[in-house]
């Protein structure tokens, strides 16, 4: 059974930087896709990135685009999440998501698996 735990959360003003962390176990990752989504309050979850365990960069929704990284540590079976330049726009939950094919998809339903979300507080 695949679990995702999520931790790094918090609060943080405007303009400053958080690192997020999904740590992945139960199953080999290696042909799996990772990816953050996030629910702002009145608002539906959202994609904001992902990556394949193969790859090297990821994919972005442009709202986060060039503040946003994603990485891999493989060996510990973890995907990072670092979001610089935050604004409170960003302020939402949180989620790790994964899908057992090593394909980008940004739509809640093609992920199977979920973590159970870190809050994000941008205060301006």
């Known amino acids: 059974q695949v679990q995702l735990v999520e931790s790094g959360g918090g609060l943080v003003q405007a303009g400053g930087s958080l690192r997020l962390s999904c740590a992945a176990s139960g199953r080999a990752f290696s042909s799996y896709a990772m990816a953050w989504f996030r629910r702002a309050p009145g608002k539906e979850r959202e994609f904001v990135g992902a990556?394949?365990?193969?790859?090297?960069?990821?994919v972005y929704a442009d709202s986060v685009k060039g503040r946003f990284t994603i990485s891999k540590d493989n060996a510990k079976n973890t995907v990072y999440l670092q979001m610089n330049s935050l604004k409170p726009d960003d302020t939402a939950v949180y989620y790790c998501?994964?899908?057992?094919?090593?394909?980008?998809?940004?739509?809640?339903?093609?992920?199977?698996?979920w973590g159970q979300g870190t809050q994000v507080t941008v205060s301006s």
């Open positions: 998501a994964a899908r057992m094919m090593p394909v980008i998809r940004t739509t809640v339903g093609d992920y199977p698996h």
């Open positions: 990556i394949t365990w193969q790859g090297s960069s990821g």
